[in-house]
Every structure is written in structure tokens, then in C-alpha cells.
């Protein structure tokens, strides 16, 4: 968890509020990924960066790579973005995993 | 699209057991991961590969083998399992150039007794 740090570790929402989570990397970080996982432990994935900013629906990421830093945002919680988020990183232009966080923990309630 | 399927889901072992854990993907992708995820913790590295009899070692290979049968499957071996361990393990795969995105199985559960 030290070279990809999230934060923060855990968060609660009020159903229709936003949010943000954010990722800083000691690493040279060329792609970021972010992950939910849901109670059954199943990842999910939400964007796939290289730099520069993504929007699916309700959710939108930004990866800076020259201040090393990633955020996603949450915009109008449900109760269904409940679960773990996780951001992770990879270092170099071909194929040699992933160095992961250790999640930001998201309890939406009503 | 394509899917990942990991095999058993959940698997129970004893103390000193050698433990073998199985994946496919159907993506047609090059690059396959073994992950393990403790409780409350993020995913770490413990094998790649990157084409079949391809094996790369991650941050966590220690007390582990892989073998990379064919480029739709890739297997873990725990050599000798630690009792009182418990984790679940994450298959993925990708590409091996370009468009790097890893796409997840859905986990084996280990429990050692």
C-alpha cells in the first residue's frame, strides 16, 4: 500500500450527495485502473486511464501522472456505489501488473 | 467481451498440503496475473505470464508456482499451505502491449486448517 496510497480509507454518503476518493503514487505510474468490489468480492471495472479524465454516468476520473495523483468522483451517491474502492497502477508500457491500494471502504445510506 | 472462470471457489486445505488453483479466460489475451488479497487489504502480484510457458515473478512468489499450460489457462500451486491462512486469490488477464486493462476472475477462497 505504500507506493499507491488512497484516501480515504473509509468514507459514508448520504444518498444524492458527491464525493471524491483520491490515489497518490510513488511510482512512475503510466496507466491507473479503478476497481469496485463488491460484497460478493467481485472487481468491477470503472475506468481504465492513461492521462487524463474519463465520465461513465454518475462517475468521472482524472489521472495526472506528472503530480502522480488519480481521483475518482462520486456524483448523486446510491446505495448501490456501496462497497470497496480501489485504485492501482502500472509502471511501464507493457504488460507486468498491477500495484494496487488498499481501498477506500463506501457506505452509502439512505 | 469475454470472462475469467477461477476454480474450485472455494478450496479448504491442511497444514503442509500442496494446493493447486485453476483459471481460464476466454478474452484470447496474451498476459495472465495471479493476485492474493488478504482481508481488508488490496491485491498483491504473486505470478504473470505473458505468453504460454511464460513465468514472471511478482512481489509475493515465495511458497508459490505457476504454470502457464496454454494461453487460456494458468495455474497457481501453493506448495505447502500455512495453517491458519486464509485469503482469496484473484485470476486476470490483458494484453501484453497497448491497452494494458486487466479484467478479473471472480476468486478463490482459501482456508487452511
Known amino acids: 500500500g505504500d507506493k499507491v496510497k488512497q484516501s480515504p480509507s473509509a468514507l459514508s454518503l448520504q444518498e444524492g450527495t458527491n464525493s471524491a476518493l483520491r490515489c497518490n503514487f510513488s511510482?512512475?505510474?503510466?496507466?491507473v485502473q479503478w476497481f469496485l468490489q463488491n460484497p460478493r468480492g467481485s472487481l468491477i471495472n470503472l475506468f481504465y486511464l492513461v492521462p487524463g479524465t474519463k465520465e461513465n454516468g454518475r462517475l468521472k476520473s482524472t489521472f495526472n501522472s506528472k503530480e502522480s495523483y488519480s481521483t475518482l468522483h462520486i456524483r448523486d451517491a446510491q446505495l448501490e456505489d456501496s462497497g470497496t474502492y480501489f485504485c492501482a497502477a502500472e509502471a511501464g508500457n507493457y504488460a507486468q501488473g498491477l500495484t494496487f491500494g488498499l481501498g477506500t471502504r463506501v457506505s452509502v445510506f439512505p | 467481451g469475454g470472462i475469467i472462470t477461477q476454480t474450485p471457489k472455494f478450496l479448504i486445505g491442511q497444514e503442509g498440503q500442496k494446493l493447486t488453483l485453476k483459471c481460464q479466460q476466454n478474452f484470447n489475451h496474451d498476459t495472465m496475473y495471479w493476485y492474493r488479497q488478504d482481508s481488508g487489504k488490496g491485491l498483491r502480484l504473486i505470478y504473470y505470464?505473458?505468453?504460454?510457458?511464460?513465468?514472471q515473478k511478482g512481489d509475493l512468489s515465495e511458497g508459490y508456482d505457476a504454470s502457464r499450460e496454454k494461453k487460456s489457462s494458468f495455474s497457481l500451486t501453493v506448495t505447502s499451505a500455512q495453517k491458519n491462512e486464509m485469503a482469496v486469490f484473484l485470476c486476470a488477464s490483458s494484453r501484453t502491449g497497448g491497452a494494458l486493462e486487466q479484467y478479473f476472475g471472480p476468486g478463490t477462497r482459501l482456508t487452511v486448517l
Open positions: 505470464s505473458i505468453t504460454e510457458n511464460d513465468l
Open positions: 511510482i512512475a505510474a503510466t496507466t
